[in-house]
């Protein structure tokens, strides 16, 4: 429908940070609604080298927010406290990096990919933040 506007998030299928990686992809993308894209610990499954099968469903997934809801960019994210992916934060966070270049890489970099990673809030425990993650240089 015409004002609809879409942002994919793709990451863990972690539910406590699920609204806080959909609220960072609204703003930085002024998008409304988030493509959603889980599976456990999924970046690190992508540092793994994952089958040819799991990369041609979650490129299918994704080329349907591309493609058919012009989603305007991707949010791909890794958290502490992660059950699927239990490493250490700089692996995580390197993890998230990494994914972040097959993902662009696997799309032709038709929309911008941020990564990011979700930590909880040093002042209140029962929130968490958000951290763009950058390229290595």
């Given at each position: 429908m015409v004002g609809e506007t879409f942002f994919t998030a793709i990451g863990c299928m972690d539910g406590r940070c699920q609204e806080v990686v959909d609220e960072f992809g609204r703003a930085h993308f002024g998008a409304l609604y988030p493509d959603t894209i889980t599976e456990a610990g999924l970046v690190g499954i992508l540092a793994k080298n994952p089958s040819d099968e799991f990369l041609d469903g979650l490129k299918e997934k994704i080329m349907i927010s591309v493609q058919r809801h012009h989603s305007k960019g991707i949010v791909i994210d890794g958290h502490s406290e992660c059950a699927g992916n239990p490493v250490d934060e700089?692996?995580?966070?390197?993890?998230?990096?990494?994914?972040?270049?097959?993902?662009?890489?696997?799309?032709?970099?038709?929309?911008?990919?941020?990564?990011?990673?979700?930590?909880?809030?040093?002042?209140?425990?029962?929130?968490?933040?958000?951290a763009e993650i950058y390229p290595s240089l």
């Open positions: 700089t692996t995580h966070k390197e993890n998230v990096r990494n994914a972040v270049k097959v993902i662009s890489e696997m799309i032709d970099n038709a929309v911008p990919v941020l990564g990011v990673y979700l930590s909880r809030h040093p002042m209140d425990q029962t929130q968490w933040q958000v």
